[in-house]
């Protein structure tokens, strides 16, 4: 089997900035669910048997307590904002599992869950549908993937060095160097991204990088500058790291089978209505009539 695992949080900010807004009879903004739903259905249109979604709940995690500066809530539309409670019940009504991260993230979620579907040997593949370079990370050979549904690009541990330039173990020392302003760090000065990985495929991580410029046996410019920052900031670098690391302790489910997909809850009609969506009503019956995904 494969299994599927979805960036929620990500589908939903996808949905509501591609689609135009509707709002349900009561008022409410319903679009962007509508669009994940049928982004779901979609995919088990096309084989797909065993799916998972993580979502943050509260957007906020337990990095906010390490660095202030982290991402929070702040800037949200409150349009977006307010279909995250309905995404998650919606998809729920219609059969998929959902992760909602309350201390954790929607990505570590999707690590946690990338690891114990890996750890099940029926599984023959799993894949981590998002683009987020940040789970990068949890790609192993060509047995978990990164899946950027949107533009149809599959992602094995050799196509993560060929996008990085280090391999997937060193995604969290190549971002705390290089900084993620969607997650809110900034890096540590003059660190590039080619210079990043530069540095990291001779030395695999921060702190085995020699603290002196002259001892660097790698072709970058600026290595005495380089050096000398990074000592500078070798505390926030780090700290960057720990946050760009995703905890595969997250609260996921147990076991593979636990996902599979076997239509929806009876309630699925009254979600549809709320949603003004009776198309998907009709989706779904139509793929459980047919006994599901195919195999």
């Given at each position: ?5 979805i960036?929620?949080?990500?589908e939903?900010?996808?949905?509501f900035y ?7 009879a009561g008022?409410?903004?319903v ?12 995919l088990i249109?096309?084989?797909a ?8 709940q509260?957007i906020?995690s337990?990095?906010n307590?390490?660095?202030?500066g982290?991402k929070?809530g702040?800037g ?7 279909q ?7 998809l729920?009504a219609?059969?998929?599992?959902v992760?909602?991260m309350?201390?954790f993230e929607?990505?570590d979620?999707l690590?946690a ?5 890996s750890?099940?040997p029926?599984?023959?593949?799993v ?8 789970l990068?990370q949890c790609?192993v050979d060509?047995?978990?993937?990164q899946?950027?549904r949107r533009?149809?690009?599959v992602?094995d541990e050799?196509?993560?060095i060929?996008k990085?330039g280090?391999?997937p173990?060193?995604?969290p020392d ?13 890096g540590?000065?003059r660190?590039?991204a080619?210079?990043a990985a530069?540095?990291l495929?001779?030395y695999?991580r921060i ?7 002259a001892r660097w046996?790698?072709a970058?410019r600026?290595?005495a500058t380089?050096?000398?920052n990074?000592?500078?900031?070798m505390?926030?670098a780090?700290?960057?790291r ?6 595969t302790d997250?609260?996921?489910a ?8 076997k239509?929806p809850r009876?309630?699925?009609g009254?979600?549809c209505s ?7 009503e ?5 793929l ?8």
């Open positions: 089997m494969k299994v599927h695992l960036d929620g949080t990500y939903l900010f996808r949905h591609a689609m135009p807004k509707s709002r349900n008022g409410h903004e679009a962007a669910v509508r669009g994940v739903l049928g982004s779901l259905f979609f249109d096309n084989g048997t065993h799916v998972a979604v993580a979502t943050d509260v906020e337990f990095r307590d390490l660095y202030p982290y929070d702040s949200i539309d409150p349009l977006l904002w307010s995250f409670p309905l995404l998650e019940e919606s729920a219609a059969g998929f599992v992760w909602p309350v201390e929607a990505d979620g690590a869950g990338a690891a114990m579907a750890a099940d029926r599984v023959e593949q894949l981590v549908c998002t683009p987020d370079k940040d990068a790609v060509a047995r978990v993937v899946f950027d533009n149809r690009i992602r050799q196509g993560v060929e990085f280090v391999p173990a060193a995604i190549w971002l705390a160097l290089v900084g993620d302003s969607a997650d809110g760090f900034p540590v000065p660190f590039g080619k210079t530069a540095v495929s001779r695999g702190e085995d990088i020699p603290t002196e410029g046996d790698v970058v600026g290595a380089l050096a000398a990074l000592v500078e900031h505390d926030d780090l700290l960057f720990r946050l760009a690391t995703l905890d997250a609260p996921v147990g076991s593979v089978d636990e996902l599979e997909w239509g009876e309630d699925f009254l979600v709320v949603l003004d969506a009776p198309d998907l009709r989706r779904a019956a139509e459980l009539a047919r006994g599901g995904a195919p195999e």
